[in-house]
């Protein structure tokens, strides 16, 4: 019986997938695209016929309400899944360690799971029988009945494990980690990895097969590089170089080829390849600020890009490899899905909530020489503010202070890893000390980047903003 129910599954992806072959018209007013909003604690609901925002699934507060100690929503709402028939979206908090089922007909939370620390990402099995949910603050994948929303199981794997996704003839699954250089694959039924395949970094957030799922593609954002695995001999096939802050990627079927599409988050730019034994550069797109999750509409006419500094989702057209729409969404979107036929009927907008934040301000960093670099994005919170800092390639194991606008005190200080990077938010009333951040009256605001507690400096600044 289990095995017959395994096959009908499997039978009813193929179908799916033959259903929405790239042959068919633009998206449709029934599909959606999703963003899970990280600081706001949202999931973000767009119409990808229009390319507008329909609203919010709110499923907690937004900074810094979260860190009281009688908070009891979601925290970090990060990573995004969905069933095979569509019905059912799953979105990962990794702050809270929960997964949240949302019936995406009507948009409301079906069931809540809590499950081990600092889970990443979750996707359902090909049956749709399980959701598997990598555990990345621990060592485990969590095995959750989608029916009754309890913990099934656990599957041992590399510690650290960033996302899992399935091969559609059920018997594999890929996992890729973000603390350790493998890929562990698991076989599904017994629910035990099978091989551990080697690769160049030991930090990968993503992983995406190519339409004929004859590879694996994943990203290396330490490094800025995708690694490719034939899912055949499972062995990697060649790396490619692609940039810094190499976040996700999508495939599209557009009419010429099979084409990849990759965030560089630190370029920002999503850089389209082709695909095949000898992957190409076709082309780099700009987009927003800080380009994250991207997935591709069904019939590989469009890619969405969510813009994790910006708020929003850039609409990329294949055809001209340019961005001809943007949409606004929540603080921080992280992961990005789009989903096809999940509204029956009507407007697709009930239970949805009006957007409550407001544009961020992004100010690039810059050295007097040398390669070190860095962002910061400030956004308003009603009575306060995040002020969001990222620095890359300074000194490592270092104290670096970050000073705005000549204030004598520094706005925060930040230690660097082994690596030189170091990311960190201070939350407070930073329109005062930032005129830059006041909204419709914009002043220059200058921010300095400096070693230890040295005062500010512009002539001896590690980092400074771009003037």
Same mark, same amino acid.
């Given at each position: 019986?289990?095995?017959?129910?395994?096959?009908?599954?499997?039978?009813?992806?193929?179908?799916?997938?033959?259903?929405?072959?790239?042959?068919?018209?633009?998206?449709?007013?029934?599909?959606?695209?999703?963003?899970?909003?990280?600081?706001?604690?949202?999931?973000?609901?767009?119409?990808?016929?229009?390319?507008?925002?329909?609203?919010?699934?709110?499923?907690?507060?937004?900074?810094?309400?979260?860190?009281?100690?009688?908070?009891?929503?979601?925290?970090?709402?990060? $990573?995004?899944?969905?069933?095979?028939?569509?019905?059912?979206?799953?979105?990962?908090?990794?702050?809270?360690?929960?997964?949240?089922?949302?019936?995406?007909?009507?948009?409301?939370?079906?069931?809540?799971?809590?499950?081990?620390?600092?889970?990443?990402?979750?996707?359902?099995?090909?049956?749709?029988?399980?959701?598997?949910?990598?555990?990345?603050? *621990?060592?485990?994948?969590?095995?959750?009945?989608?029916?009754?929303?309890?913990?099934?199981?656990?599957?041992?794997?590399?510690?650290?494990?960033?996302?899992?996704?399935?091969?559609?003839?059920?018997?594999?699954?890929?996992?890729?980690?973000?603390?350790?250089?493998?890929?562990?694959?698991?076989?599904?039924?017994?629910?035990?990895?099978?091989?551990?395949?080697?690769?160049?970094?030991?930090?990968?957030?993503?992983?995406?097969?190519?339409?004929?799922?004859?590879?694996?593609?994943?990203?290396?954002?330490?490094?800025?590089?995708?690694?490719?695995?034939?899912?055949?001999?499972?062995?990697?096939? $060649?790396?490619?170089?692609?940039?810094?802050?190499?976040?996700?990627?999508?495939?599209?079927?557009?009419?010429?080829?099979?084409?990849?599409?990759?965030?560089?988050?630190?370029?920002?730019?999503?850089?389209?390849?082709?695909?095949?034994?000898?992957?190409?550069?076709?082309?780099?797109?700009?987009?927003?600020?800080?380009?994250?999750?991207?997935?591709?509409?069904?019939?590989?006419?469009?890619?969405?890009?969510?813009?994790?500094?910006?708020?929003?989702?850039?609409?990329?057209?294949?055809?001209?490899?340019?961005?001809?729409?943007?949409?606004?969404?929540?603080?921080?979107?992280?992961?990005?899905?789009?989903?096809?036929?999940?509204?029956?009927?009507?407007? $697709?907008?009930?239970?949805?909530?009006?957007?409550?934040?407001?544009?961020?301000?992004?100010?690039?960093?810059?050295?007097?020489?040398? *390669?070190?670099?860095?962002?910061?994005?400030?956004?308003?919170?009603?009575?306060?503010?995040?002020?969001?800092?990222?620095?890359?390639?300074?000194?490592?194991?270092?104290?670096?202070?970050?000073?705005?606008?000549?204030?004598?005190?520094?706005?925060?200080?930040?230690?660097?890893?082994?690596?030189?990077?170091?990311? $960190?938010?201070?939350?407070?009333?930073?329109? *005062?000390?930032?005129?830059?951040?006041?909204?419709?009256?914009?002043?220059?605001?200058?921010?300095?980047?400096? *070693?230890?507690?040295?005062?500010?400096?512009?002539?001896?600044?590690?980092?400074?903003?771009?003037?």
């Amino acid at each position: 019986m289990h095995t017959t129910k395994s096959l009908c599954g499997i039978a009813l992806a193929a179908a799916l997938s033959a259903t929405l072959a790239p042959a068919h018209a633009l998206p449709g007013a029934q599909d959606r695209v999703y963003t899970a909003d990280q600081n706001s604690n949202t999931v973000s609901v767009i119409d990808p016929s229009t390319n507008t925002l329909l609203g919010q699934i709110r499923l907690g507060n937004q900074r810094p309400d979260v860190l009281s100690p009688l908070y009891k929503g979601e925290v970090n709402v990060h $990573g995004l899944g969905f069933s095979p028939d569509h019905k059912t979206l799953i979105a990962i908090a990794n702050g809270s360690n929960s997964v949240t089922f949302i019936d995406t007909a009507t948009n409301k939370v079906k069931g809540v799971t809590y499950i081990g620390r600092s889970p990443h990402e979750g996707f359902f099995t090909a049956d749709g029988r399980e959701v598997w949910v990598v555990v990345r603050g *621990e060592d485990y994948i969590s095995v959750i009945d989608p029916a009754t929303f309890k913990e099934k199981r656990r599957i041992q794997t590399t510690g650290g494990p960033g996302m899992v996704m399935f091969h559609p003839n059920g018997k594999l699954a890929f996992v890729v980690s973000s603390f350790n250089p493998t890929v562990d694959v698991v076989d599904v039924k017994s629910h035990k990895v099978v091989k551990h395949i080697p690769v160049t970094s030991p930090f990968s957030p993503f992983l995406q097969f190519t339409p004929d799922f004859k590879e694996v593609w994943m990203t290396h954002k330490d490094v800025g590089k995708v690694t490719r695995i034939d899912t055949a001999t499972l062995a990697v096939k $060649g790396v490619i170089d692609t940039g810094f802050i190499t976040n996700h990627l999508a495939f599209a079927k557009t009419a010429d080829s099979v084409r990849a599409y990759v965030t560089i988050g630190g370029e920002n730019m999503v850089k389209v390849y082709s695909t095949g034994d000898s992957p190409a550069p076709v082309a780099s797109i700009p987009t927003g600020a800080l380009p994250h999750g991207v997935w591709s509409s069904d019939d590989g006419s469009r890619v969405y890009v969510g813009l994790e500094n910006g708020d929003g989702v850039d609409v990329i057209d294949t055809a001209a490899n340019k961005v001809v729409a943007h949409a606004p969404v929540g603080q921080a979107p992280q992961a990005l899905v789009y989903v096809s036929h999940v509204v029956p009927a009507g407007a $697709g907008a009930a239970n949805l909530v009006q957007r409550a934040n407001t544009e961020p301000v992004n100010i690039a960093l810059k050295p007097a020489a040398g *390669e070190a670099k860095g962002f910061v994005v400030a956004r308003n919170l009603g009575l306060t503010d995040a002020f969001e800092v990222s620095l890359y390639k300074l000194k490592p194991d270092t104290v670096y202070s970050v000073y705005a606008s000549g204030q004598a005190a520094p706005v925060a200080s930040f230690k660097t890893n082994p690596k030189g990077m170091a990311n $960190g938010t201070a939350i407070g009333p930073m329109r *005062e000390v930032a005129g830059s951040l006041s909204g419709k009256q914009a002043t220059a605001s200058r921010i300095l980047v400096m *070693e230890g507690d040295a005062p500010a400096n512009p002539a001896k600044a590690a980092l400074t903003s771009v003037q």
